[in-house]
């Protein structure tokens, strides 16, 4: 399949141009780029791995080293990383994990994938999904029952895992913070990978301590690596879950130094021959405890509404009753003031923030809700997080894209054929399976 290769680097956009292109709400919001964003990431890394790619290639080693950090702010990687490249790309929306990961690794949009989340409508279940632990609602709680929750489709067929089997690759996903908090949506994004290996480090008991996140990457990725055959092309992929502490501590000192160690790791893979691209999904920005979740919960009565409000963080949509759409929208915008756009579902669209299929149109309420300051009231409820994210302010929209060229011997440039989506499906892994894991 001939395919335009993402992120020519003598052409991609500088932080200021991206922000330039692509502002919205008089300047307060950014909204995902066509080109220079996240949705990229699968057709960058097949063209690299295929040798396609003009200025990124797999190094002596035939390796890639593929490492997600999840809440990576663009201005903080600044300040830390020194990679070979450091490019600015866009998340999408709504700027949360559950969205992004699986957009990144199979480049299909929600409306496809399935979890635009995390909480949203289910029409399949006729009640709101929570697809962070596959839940859904009734009455005033959250209840897990697979038999009905399995009936909402989350997945796609093919991703990143799967062009990389067409091209021989051996692929490793290791599974760290994921191994102990399972669900269908980070399964379902992780699927065709050839093995998958546990961190040796319990991801329950280190997500507050920055230096053991970096040991953990550290250790598996370098055990993986060895585990490898040799000669034969290999990808190594691990997310690593740094959400958890930027919600409670922000972007520290303490996390500077284990980052500064990490970026350490990246060039010590690069000078050995692998290549290294690093990427964040979103970032966060300061928010203050929530204080108007009464006015919120009281305007968003049974009279008012059909169902409770989805969404999560920094972005919240309403399902308000027929006739009562107006009347809901102008309640909001009086309790919310200029902490947020309020608009109708329908502007997501016209604004180039999200593209609406017929799905998106049920899972989405009719009226939208997107923090736009740290004073927006909505984001906590008083469970020890300082920092939010979801909507669309720069610090939220902006993150790194870093690339650790392989230092190699020099040697005959190798060109494969890009796979098309129908040979992805039709190609199992190729990894040994004798390696265990």
């Given at each position: 399949m001939t395919e335009t290769f993402s992120f020519d680097l003598e052409k991609v956009r500088t932080r200021n141009a991206l922000i330039h292109a692509n502002s919205i709400f008089s300047g307060r919001g950014v909204r995902p780029d066509a080109h220079q964003s996240v949705t990229n990431i699968r057709?960058?890394?097949?063209?690299?791995?295929?040798?396609?790619?003009?200025?990124?290639?797999?190094?002596?080693?035939?390796?890639?080293?593929?490492?997600?950090?999840?809440?990576?702010?663009?201005?903080?990687?600044e300040k830390v990383f020194k990679p070979d490249h450091l490019v600015c790309m866009t998340s999408v929306f709504p700027s949360t994990s559950i969205r992004v990961w699986p957009t990144?690794?199979?480049?299909?949009?929600?409306?496809?994938?399935?979890?635009?989340?995390?909480?949203?409508?289910?029409?399949?279940?006729?009640?709101?999904?929570?697809?962070?632990?596959?839940?859904?609602?009734?009455?005033?709680?959250?209840?897990?029952?697979?038999k009905v929750t399995d009936q909402h489709p989350i997945g796609s067929k093919d991703n990143l895992f799967s062009d990389l089997n067409v091209l021989g690759f051996q692929t490793v996903c290791i599974n760290g913070f994921y191994a102990h908090k399972k669900s269908r949506w980070s399964q379902a994004m992780?699927?065709?990978?050839?093995?998958?290996?546990?961190?040796?480090?319990?991801?329950?008991?280190?997500?507050?301590?920055?230096?053991?996140?970096?040991?953990?990457?550290?250790?598996?990725?370098?055990?993986?690596?060895?585990?490898?055959n040799k000669g034969q092309n290999a990808l190594v992929w691990t997310l690593s879950d740094i959400d958890c502490y930027v919600h409670e501590h922000?972007?520290?000192?303490?996390?500077?130094?284990?980052?500064?160690?990490?970026?350490?790791?990246?060039?010590?893979?690069?000078?050995?021959?692998?290549?290294?691209?690093?990427?964040?999904?979103?970032?966060?920005?300061?928010?203050?405890?929530?204080?108007?979740?009464?006015?919120?919960?009281?305007?968003?009565?049974?009279?008012?509404?059909?169902?409770?409000?989805?969404?999560?963080?920094?972005?919240?949509?309403?399902y308000p009753r027929p006739g009562h759409e107006q009347a809901l929208k102008e309640q909001i915008e009086g309790l919310l003031g200029d902490t947020a756009a309020v608009i109708w579902r329908a502007d997501l669209e016209k604004l180039g923030i999200l593209s609406l299929g017929e799905n998106l149109k049920s899972q989405i309420g009719e009226i939208v809700v997107l923090g736009l300051t740290e004073d927006f009231p909505l984001a906590l409820h008083g469970d020890g997080f300082i920092y939010e994210h979801g909507s669309v302010s720069r610090d939220e929209m902006l993150v790194p894209l870093m690339i650790y060229k392989a230092a190699a011997k020099e040697a005959s440039a190798h060109t494969l054929t890009v796979p098309s989506r129908e040979d992805a499906l039709a190609h199992p892994a190729t990894f040994n399976p004798k390696l265990g894991g």
């Open positions: 057709p960058f890394v097949r063209a690299v791995a295929a040798g396609s790619h003009p200025q990124i290639s797999v190094g002596e080693k035939k390796s890639i080293v593929l490492i997600g950090l999840d809440s990576i702010k663009h201005s903080f990687a990144a690794l199979t480049g299909y949009s929600p409306e496809t994938f399935g979890s635009v989340g995390p909480v949203f409508y289910a029409k399949e279940i006729d009640a709101l999904y929570n697809a962070l632990d596959d839940s859904y609602r009734v009455q005033e709680s959250f209840v897990v029952d697979p992780q699927e065709n990978a050839g093995r998958y290996v546990t961190s040796k480090y319990d991801w329950r008991n280190i997500t507050m301590q920055p230096d053991l996140i970096v040991a953990s990457i550290r250790e598996d990725v370098s055990e993986a690596l060895t585990s490898m922000g972007y520290s000192d303490n996390l500077k130094t284990a980052l500064d160690e990490l970026d350490g790791f990246f060039r010590e893979l690069a000078n050995n021959g692998h290549l290294v691209i690093a990427f964040a999904d979103h970032g966060q920005v300061p928010q203050v405890v929530s204080t108007f979740t009464e006015g919120w919960d009281n305007i968003h009565s049974d009279e008012n509404c059909r169902r409770p409000s989805g969404g999560a963080g920094r972005v919240r949509w309403s």
